[in-house]
């Protein structure tokens, strides 16, 4: 349900769904590209003013409510940093320990 409308309102603000990705989002705006992903009631933005996009989803038009609307920096197992030039990156650090730890687990003292 919750996908469903967000779908139509991504629709309705003029993005489209990536051809390789679909629940990839993306609309031109201000000679650059803005993405949102979205996964069952989750999104994720990369926007150029994200508070005024929030502040939309959340108004009486469309009436969506959010846990939280902060700034990334942890999301699917990969945390997100900035590099001294504001650029963003995904650092899966934390992700791939884990997959290690549960790897040695799972094959200690296997040949």
Same mark, same amino acid.
């Given at each position: 349900?919750?996908?469903? %409308?967000?779908?139509?309102?991504?629709s309705e603000l003029? !993005?489209?769904?990536?051809? @390789?990705?679909?629940?990839?989002?993306?609309?031109? @705006? +201000? *000679?650059? +590209?803005?993405?949102? @992903?979205?996964?069952?009631?989750?999104? %994720? /933005?990369?926007?150029?003013?994200?508070? /005024?996009?929030?502040? %939309? %989803?959340?108004?009486?038009k469309y009436s969506?409510?959010?846990? /939280?609307? /902060? &700034?990334?920096?942890?999301?699917?197992? @990969?945390? !997100?940093?900035?590099?001294?030039? =504001?650029?963003? !990156?995904?650092?899966?650090?934390? +992700?791939?320990? =884990?997959?290690?730890?549960? +790897? &040695? =687990?799972? !094959? =200690? *003292?296997?040949?």
């Open positions: 349900m919750f996908g469903e %409308l967000v779908f139509e309102i991504l003029g !993005f489209t769904p990536s051809k @390789a990705e679909s629940q990839i989002w993306m609309r031109e @705006a +201000y *000679g650059k +590209y803005e993405y949102v @992903a979205t996964y069952v009631d989750d999104l %994720l /933005s990369a926007i150029n003013d994200p508070e /005024s996009f929030i502040d %939309l %989803l959340m108004s009486p969506l409510k959010f846990k /939280s609307t /902060s &700034k990334v920096h942890f999301h699917f197992g @990969a945390e !997100f940093d900035r590099d001294p030039n =504001r650029t963003l !990156f995904v650092c899966p650090r934390r +992700y791939i320990e =884990r997959i290690a730890e549960t +790897y &040695k =687990r799972f !094959f =200690r *003292g296997k040949p």
